[in-house]
């Protein structure tokens, strides 16, 4: 089955089968949630940086920007796992 035809993707040389279509989708699925850890995490350092002055918004700000960064790491381990998983699995 070609996922690429049926779904009306352009192909090129490389992503001709199931596995290239899921590798690809798996870096697209990766870049947008690292987006969107990154909006976080700026607009949380913006509003934290901007509100030093109430002592409860700058902690749940403070809040935010940690968990963005928990987040952002829980992401990159996850991309490094599966990666590591795709090289094993090539042999």
Do not use: C, P
Not at 1 to 8: A, E, G, H, R
Not at 29 to 52: D, P
């Amino acid at each position: 089955m070609n996922v690429y035809k049926t779904l009306w993707i352009k192909q090129t040389e490389h992503n001709t089968d199931l596995k290239s279509f899921s590798q690809d989708a798996f870096s697209w699925a990766t870049m947008f949630i690292g987006f969107v850890v990154f909006v976080t995490i700026t607009y949380s350092w913006f509003l934290m940086i901007t509100g030093w002055a109430d002592e409860k918004q700058f902690e749940n700000w403070k809040k935010w920007l940690i968990y963005s960064i928990i987040g952002l790491l829980l992401v990159g381990g996850a991309y490094g796992i599966i990666r590591f998983i795709q090289l094993i699995a090539q042999g």
